[in-house]
């Protein structure tokens, strides 16, 4: 097993022979806490979580083969990143559908703070949406709209920014509530 990453956060392991990744995550003690109390999914568990939502949504995800609190393995997809292969392509498509991906995914209630192009993988026309586990659906995100909005310009340029911009829904805070109560009592 080869390491291809290992911070403070996390370390990325690649098993060539088995042809999957695992990765091992490090949280602080206080994103410990908010796992405990249930505040935060485990990264490793909201990693599996989010990959059902957009699979859902009908985009790929990698195929998890195991899901642990700090861990998760999932196989290898044969897939440059998106930002490999924008580098070696003239397509003129794939913006369009990035752009897509993106509004699908917020659109679904789900946010990010760094859909950059390394985060995405893209073959024969379809998008391999990875690292997720630092998605969430939550409705009590410190940086809501504005945050993802700005991350957004910072990794992908103002351009992209106004169209993901131009096709997020803005849910009200009243239906954020109300899908929140949804969720406490079962029905979603």
Same mark, same amino acid.
């Given at each position: 097993? !080869? ?6 956060? &996390? ?20 994103? $410990?806490? $908010? =796992?405990? /109390? ?7 568990? #909201?990693?599996?979580?989010? *990959?059902? $939502? ?5 985009? #790929? +995800?990698p ?6 609190? =700090?861990?998760?393995? !999932?196989?290898?997809? *044969?897939?440059? !990143? ?12 794939? =913006?369009?559908q ?7 995914? /917020? #659109? *679904?209630?789900?946010?990010f703070?760094?859909? #950059?192009? @390394? ?5 024969? @026309?379809q ?6 586990? @630092?998605?969430t ?8 709209? *504005? ?9 992908? @340029?103002?351009?992209f &920014? ?9 849910? +009200? ?5 109300s899908g /929140? ?8």
């Open positions: 097993m !080869t390491c291809l990453r290992k911070n403070h956060k &996390r370390s990325v392991y690649y098993d060539k022979s088995a042809g999957q990744y695992t990765k091992y995550f490090t949280p602080k003690f206080e994103l $410990k806490l $908010k =796992y405990w /109390l249930r505040l935060r999914k485990y990264p490793g568990l #909201n990693f599996a979580y989010i *990959a059902r $939502k957009l699979q859902a949504l009908g985009l #790929n +995800t195929q998890i083969i195991e899901a642990e609190k =700090y861990k998760v393995v !999932t196989r290898e997809i *044969a897939a440059p !990143t998106l930002r490999e292969y924008l580098q070696n392509s003239n397509d003129p498509n794939v =913006y369009e990035f752009v897509d991906v993106v509004a699908r995914i /917020l #659109n *679904a209630g789900i946010s703070f760094d859909f #950059n192009q @390394g985060n995405f993988l893209y073959k024969d @026309g998008f391999y949406v990875i690292d997720l586990e @630092g998605y659906d939550s409705v009590f995100i410190s940086r809501g709209k *504005a945050g993802v909005l700005y991350r957004i310009e910072k990794d992908l @340029g103002a351009p &920014r106004k169209e993901i911009e131009r096709r997020w829904v803005n849910e +009200t805070l009243a239906q954020k509530v /929140l109560f949804q969720k406490l009592r079962g029905k979603k």
